[in-house]
């Protein structure tokens, strides 16, 4: 329900940010009804549009002060419904801050403002040798802040980690307005590792509005390996020894047959599309390094029974292999009106356990599901398909998502490994937590937000919610979160 | 070699009820860092032993009292360790520790800190509840990252149980190459190497000589090698195992400052003895010049000082802005509400 103009919001923000920046027209706040998830869609109270921290510290106090919600909202990218608006709050947009304020070659930094795109960073950082590690695959899209609020990964994630591995600094404000330096531009700083806490809160703890990130040397080379293997125990095992062989890989990619054949489709990369599964295995350093690991590394995959192995064998070759698996999101997407993108993690050894789960819910549910996989670190991507025009087909594929990820807990995995809780996987937090580390959960909230106005309903369940849900799913006869009451 | 959290869990919760402080030890090799130290003992030493290790998982799962020598042992049983290659003060010093305080090797620049391999931990807070974050995958977004808050908390949120760490492959070849050259000309070629692909895994500066040590395939040492020039030093491990564990003559308990300081900053114009590690972001200097005046060029230059076995703990830390401290004290009281963890560690109120 939009705005009046009339309201005491409205006037306390048109006394110190224009008009042109404050949007209340439903027309106008239609672009923000929903992020990358689009099954949820919701219009805010109003959008506002910052272009310095004291307009962002402004707009807290107001909200502060007549106790509105606010949003934050980078590129809108979320696959977990991290931005979706609610319905009597307001929306703090942070496109306009979209400088790279500084790059420092020497200390091989950047300073840029959270509304910077990912890929921008390592195009400005490329004069200097130098670029920003963590890929998501949205990169030419989502902003850093978006990435250091949901700790984005990527596919070079084993080797060069996530995005709290690559900040070094912040600046955030909080709801009421107080702004805080977390981190320094050197590689500690006194005090709590509040940067780790805030880096993944999903926008629960304050709004950032700098960040200085780590820049690393491009590497001199990346050489790309394909594997094809008729069997997925195959495909894993050959994974597990790649690292016993002493290498951790820049990237390591499997895809299932159904994935495979997808971006065959779409991408024509030539992919083998009578294999069960593909390994894609780059290495990436000096000529060197990698002439020696790739050795090795054929040699692995020859004796864990691969049927095919091809070798880049030059740059525009290597980024064919990689079209593929960039495509298959799309790819998919071409298959089913819809698709449902899954996020959790495993222990890799169960992969084969997993994966044969997905397939007996995938028939239970009679919905189809390819699977793309960062073999490396775990992380499972299922693409469920679905028809969102059939009714009940949405919350039917939602319910076969939920039991995956509730499998990936029950092996020893998360819920999610790169997109964040959001509103998406609320439910499944009852599942991955107990209470008290639930309870934990909200009083480090309170210590930042007391009132709780920053991206309510989000990240983490409340109790009552959980324990509603407990009833539903009991598991063994044993009863989630016990010491609550039903109701 | 046994699990001892619910005895501690009762511990924390008998102390709870009753108000008492509780000063959280393992066998005290670093305590030094601690402003103060207040309560009855709670010790972590029993509760040790490895829980799960599962090499091509790369990741080990320990309990807090377990020495951090006996973990890395383990590891390198499978060619594999903890990169970060903790400080071992003591031949005892244990895990919990290690990441109660935080500290990192010579090769955190390149290979990353304690909270950069820390993917779960299981912990007690101050109401004695026992609580699990994070996990033993390498990617966890569920939730808010307790496990790496506990880095460098100095046991002041909770007492740290168990914590499941990345483990990563011991590289193939390790060489160390030595040059003559001043200290600013070290950073400045530290600095460099670190800007293009030298497999660069320790970096010190000491007496009118930069160490490097490289380390990766033996082919990439080689050619790195090649490139780089230099002589090359034989006395390896010896000199980066005393540089990590303050062995060497430099370190003395008469008092030292740390400065960590982006790598690249220029020499500061402070006269004594300087020893520099990292590349140049974390550097030793042993000096009778004003605390204030180090303290302050140490800011100016994006960084902070602390002061090591010094008389005045109140040097220890710099205190921490006003506004940025009120938030550490309700995540304080997030965790410990009553106040009974490790009370006084990092500041007189904190």
Redesign the interface.
Known sequence: MPISQSSQLYKQLVQQLPAERLLVSSESLAPYECDGLSAYRQLPLMVVLPVDIEEVQYILKVCFSLDVPVVARGAGTSLSGGALPVETGVVLSLAKFNEILSI??????ARVQPGVRNLAISEAAKP???YYAPDPSSQIACSIGGNVA??A?GVH??KY??T??NILELKLL?IEG?????G???????????L??M???EGM?GIITEITVKLL????TARVLLAAFDDIEKAGNAV??I??A???PAGLEMMDNPSICAAEDFIHAGYPTDATAILLCELD?????V???LITVKQVLEHNGATEIRIAEDEAQRLIFWAGRKSAFPAVGRLAPDYYCMDG?????HLGTVLKRINELSLEHGLKVANVF?A????LHPLILYDANNPGELENAEHFGGKILEHCVEV??????????GVE?IDQ?CV???T??L???H??K???DPAGLLNPGK??PELHRCAELGAMHVHHGQLPHPELERF | MSDDSQQLAQQVRDAFEKKTPLSIQGTQSRSFLRYSEHGNKLSTLEHSGIVAY??????ITVRAGTSIASVQDTLAEH?QSLAFDPPRFAQSGTIGGTVAS?LSGPS??WM??V??HVLGTRII?GKG?????G????????????S??M???FGT?GVILDVSFKV?????SSSTLVFEYDAQNAIDHV?EW????V?LNGACWSAGKLYIRLS?????V???INTIGGDVYTDNDLLWDELRDQKNSFFNNAGYWRL??????PVLSIEGEWLLD?GG??RWLKSSEHPDKIRQMTVER???A?HWHGKDKNLL??P??S??????K??K???DPAHILNNHA?YSDL
């Open positions: 420092d070659g020497h200390n091989r930094t200097y040798g130098l949901e700790n990964g994630c084993l980690g996530l709290v591995h909080t107080d702004l805080l330096t977390i320094s531009q050197a590689l500690d700083s006194p005090g709590y590792d509040l780790a806490l880096t993944g809160s703890l040397p491009i590497p001199d597990a020894n690292i016993a002493g290498i951790i350093g000096t000529e060197s390094d002439s020696s690991q993690t495993i222990p890799r050894k960062h490396g670190d775990g992380n020893g995995g998360s819920i999610t490994g790169e997109h964040g809780v996987k937090m991955q937590f107990q008290q580390e309870e934990q959960f009083a480090i309170h210590a930042f990240a983490v | 599962e090499p091509t998982e790369l990741v060619k935080g955190r620049p990353g800190a909270r950069d807070n509840d026992i609580m699990s974050f996990g033993q995958v390498m990617k966890n977004v569920a939730g808010y990252d307790v790496r808050l880095c460098g908390a949120l990563l492959p011991i590289p193939e600095n670190s800007a293009q692909t497999p990766g395939t033996d082919a990439g080689k050619t790195a960590s300081l982006p790598p690249a900053t990292w972001a974390q994006g960084g902070h602390e830390r710099m921490l802005d506004i940025v401290h009120r938030y550490h309700n995540l009281d997030a965790f990092l």
